[in-house]
């Protein structure tokens, strides 16, 4: 199997032996494919290729390719080192949801917009909201965020709500500090998240940190743990 000039992001890199590394890499036609990136010095076998445009080539069989090809195509897309954290936060959720070698051209590109205008403003905690939602929806788990849990009573913002996953909001009348019990306006907001006011920012992290865990059978993330360490 060879393929040829592929447009792609590196989303995770590991030592490989002495000179090798086993990269990652997110494509629009092929999904994520594992490639063994050979003939790396010493000295610059860490050089990142994260948050790059790339175009590759790789070839072999099985679940491990050979990388034949790299080349960058446009400047790197996160420039800001306090932004890194972030971008990894991006590539986990992208290695841990996102099925191997499943093709998603609305993956690759929603990755690619997210990346690409992070480090623009202060708007990283909206492009988060907008890249969780937007991301679970594609894998075939997206969220009912205007319909009750019978997917036909509008969601109303002055009351309160429960979100089941995998079944939807269902509306509560006492009050809780649950991560699951959330108010009719920010679920309604989360369908928009870059127009989201501060309030219903708290509740949308805490509702999708919740919702994440779940996806992930509660594993940690381990950019979301440095990003706690160093806020503290």
């Not at 890499?25 to 010493?42: A, D, F």
């Not at 509560?172 to 369908?191: E, Y």
Request: aromatic share 6%; net charge positive; hydrophobic share 40%.
């Amino acid at each position: 199997m060879r393929v040829q000039l592929q447009h792609a992001y590196c989303i995770h890199s590991r030592s490989y032996r002495e000179t090798s590394q086993i990269v990652e890499m997110l494509t629009p036609e092929h999904g994520l494919v594992s490639c063994i990136r050979r003939g790396l010095k010493k000295t610059n076998g860490s050089v990142g290729l994260l948050f790059s445009p790339l175009l590759i080539s790789w070839s072999g069989r099985g679940d491990l390719f050979t990388l034949t090809h790299v080349e960058s195509v446009g400047a790197k897309k996160i420039t800001v080192p306090a932004l890194y954290i972030i971008g990894m936060y991006l590539n986990e959720l992208i290695l841990r949801l996102v099925p191997k070698s499943s093709p998603s051209k609305e993956v690759f590109n929603l990755y690619q917009h997210i990346v690409g205008v992070l480090d623009d403003g202060d708007n990283q905690e909206k492009l988060l909201r907008l890249f969780e939602v937007e991301l679970l929806a594609l894998i075939g788990h997206g969220l009912s965020l205007d319909k009750e849990i019978d997917h036909e009573t509008p969601i109303q913002k002055d009351c309160t709500y429960r979100y089941d996953v995998g079944l939807g909001p269902v509306k509560v009348m006492q009050k809780s500090t649950a991560w699951n019990v959330i108010k009719g306006t920010t679920l309604l907001s989360l369908q928009s998240p870059l127009s989201m006011d501060s309030t219903c920012l708290l509740e949308a992290k805490r509702l999708m940190r919740g919702i994440i865990n779940l996806h992930l059978a509660n594993r940690p993330l381990h950019s979301r743990e440095i990003l706690q360490f160093m806020q503290a």
